[in-house]
């Protein structure tokens, strides 16, 4: 069965500290893909980024950045310089192969204040 | 270009009611899907659909049932609602491969009183 963990469930930081949210994954499938969607406080769900398992590199969008390490199954994603606009609840998620169930995180609570 | 739209966006219920949760996409995908958001849990897979006229359970399937009559339209429906189906529901599309995001509705606030 797939998993995901998102063992923190709520992170305060003040705006301009750099933030990672950790995110560790369970799955037999050798082709995987892993998700990281935000939810505003206005509550819908905003696409940040997908990884293919055959694609360890790490990427970099302006002050967001992810880290795939299929050694240790996790996918972190960090934010460089928090700011207040960041403030959200973010998702890690899993999906196989074959298909679209995506198997989602508890989700993490980001609060970054001023 | 509408995406996937959610109605309604708020419902409240008295236990017993029936109700129908409707969703559409213009996107021409295959695959639709609801999920349902409760707190400390994340997103939990309801029902889905690869295509019109199949549709397979998902996590959490049960007081649910689902019918897709066109590529379009996937509506969830609550034959008779309970307290504990009290969630904000998404409903979700993409293309059937895996390696393609999905695109989420704004969601339904649904409580059961």
């Known amino acids: 069965a797939q998993k995901v963990t998102q063992a923190q469930t709520e992170i305060s930081v003040v705006e301009k500290e750099d933030v990672t949210l950790d995110c560790v994954y369970e799955?037999?499938?050798?082709?995987?893909?892993l998700f990281w969607y935000k939810q505003p406080p206005s509550g819908e769900l905003v696409f940040l980024i997908r990884?293919?398992?055959?694609?360890?590199q790490n990427e970099i969008s302006g002050r967001y950045s992810w880290n795939f390490q299929k050694s240790t199954s996790s996918f972190n994603f960090t934010i460089t310089a928090s700011q207040v606009v960041d403030s959200a609840v973010y998702f890690c998620a899993l999906s196989g192969e074959y298909g679209n169930k995506l198997v989602f995180g508890a989700g993490t609570i980001l609060r970054v204040k001023s | 270009n509408a995406g996937v739209t959610q109605t309604p966006k708020f419902q409240v219920l008295k236990t017993g009611q029936s109700m129908t949760l409707q969703c559409a996409q213009d996107?021409?995908?295959?695959?639709m899907s609801w999920y349902r958001q409760d707190p400390g849990m994340g997103l939990r897979l309801i029902h889905y659909?690869?295509?019109?006229?199949?549709?397979d359970q998902g996590e959490v399937p049960n007081g649910y049932n689902v019918s897709r009559s066109t590529t379009e339209d996937f509506p969830l429906r609550l034959l008779s609602a309970a307290p504990s189906q009290t969630s904000v529901y998404f409903c979700?599309?993409?293309?059937?491969?895996?390696?393609?995001?999905?695109?989420f509705g704004d969601g339904t606030r649904l409580s059961i009183l």
């Open positions: 659909s690869v295509g019109a006229g199949i549709t």
């Open positions: 979700a599309s993409s293309y059937v491969t895996g390696r393609q995001p999905q695109h």
């Open positions: 990884r293919n398992s055959f694609d360890e």
């Open positions: 799955t037999r499938d050798t082709t995987y893909y």
């Open positions: 996107m021409n995908h295959e695959y």
